[in-house]
């Protein structure tokens, strides 16, 4: 099992950037796929990135391509999403995820953070 815990949220303006950090805990967290997720009010979670076990095997989710970049760093239990050129349809709490399994690109993550909130601003 692996606990996971967000940080890095808050309020950028359009065009501005955010990098969020996922710490997670556990002597196992190099055997999980880690990703992130978000999600806005009356809407379901939306797969945002992706990344297998060894740092390959990277997923975005079309909006993201070219502006996001997760990355992970296995010798800090850390992932990353480095978020550039937001726009207020980035707006949306975000969470870090991991599983077992093959897949990536999924919204079947198996492990939760909390959340953290993302707002941009016009």
């Given at each position: 099992?692996?606990?996971?815990?967000?940080?890095?949220?808050?309020?950028?303006?359009a065009?501005?950037?955010?990098?969020?950090?996922?710490?997670?805990?556990?002597?196992?967290?190099?055997?999980?796929?880690?990703?992130?997720?978000r999600?806005?009010?009356?809407?379901?979670?939306?797969?945002?990135?992706?990344?297998?076990?060894?740092?390959?095997?990277?997923?975005?989710?079309?909006?993201?391509?070219?502006?996001?970049?997760?990355?992970?760093?296995?010798?800090?239990?850390?992932?990353?999403?480095?978020?550039?050129?937001?726009?207020?349809?980035?707006?949306?709490?975000y969470?870090?995820?991991?599983?077992?399994?093959?897949?990536?690109?999924?919204?079947?993550?198996?492990?939760?953070?909390?959340?953290?909130?993302?707002?941009?601003?016009?």
């Open positions: 099992q692996v606990q996971l815990v967000e940080s890095g949220g808050g309020l950028v303006q065009g501005g950037s955010l990098r969020l950090s996922c710490a997670a805990s556990g002597r196992t967290y190099s055997t999980y796929i880690m990703g992130w997720l999600q806005t009010p009356g809407k379901e979670r939306e797969f945002v990135a992706g990344i297998g076990r060894s740092g390959g095997d990277i997923s975005y989710t079309d909006s993201v391509k070219g502006r996001f970049t997760i990355s992970r760093d296995n010798a800090k239990n850390t992932v990353y999403l480095q978020m550039n050129s937001l726009t207020p349809e980035d707006t949306a709490v969470y870090c995820a991991a599983k077992t399994g093959v897949t990536v690109t999924t919204t079947r993550y198996e492990y939760w953070g909390q959340g953290t909130q993302v707002t941009v601003s016009s």
